[in-house]
């Protein structure tokens, strides 16, 4: 079965940092391009950046930017994104996803097949 495990969110004063991770399994990691998006209370579920399995390029919301910073362990099959200077913005619940292929980056939600459970990131001010 696929699987992504998120995990690594939690509570954080605002400059502060966060790395969250997401576990893989159960399907060809190199093969699929894998993003993380967020969904802070009342508002859609957003884009934050992707990784492109094809080529290793990477993608990052205009408000994450220069921040926030998005690898992958082949090894472990896990990606990670690293969370600096974290504000209170950042808040929300942060979920793993799954891209259908691996050729281009794609932001919209469903060019997204599977998704982790999601893991909290809490900023205060």
């Known amino acids: 079965d696929v699987q992504l495990q998120a995990s690594g969110g939690g509570w954080v004063q605002a400059g502060g940092s966060l790395r969250v991770s997401c576990a893989a399994s159960?399907?060809?990691?190199?093969?699929?391009?894998i993003a993380w998006f967020r969904q802070a209370p009342g508002k859609e579920r957003e884009v934050v950046s992707c990784?492109?399995?094809?080529?290793?390029?990477?993608y990052y919301a205009d408000s994450v930017k220069g921040r926030f910073t998005i690898s992958r362990d082949n090894a472990k099959n896990t990606v990670y994104l690293q969370m600096n200077s974290l504000k209170p913005d950042d808040t929300a619940v942060y979920y793993c996803?799954?891209?259908?292929?691996?050729?281009?980056?794609?932001?919209?939600?469903?060019?997204?097949?599977?998704w982790g459970q999601g893991t909290l990131v809490t900023v205060s001010a």
């Open positions: 996803a799954r891209g259908t292929s691996y050729y281009n980056i794609d932001t919209t939600r469903g060019a997204y097949d599977y």
């Open positions: 990784f492109n399995s094809g080529d290793d390029s990477t």
């Open positions: 159960g399907f060809n990691f190199n093969g699929h391009n």
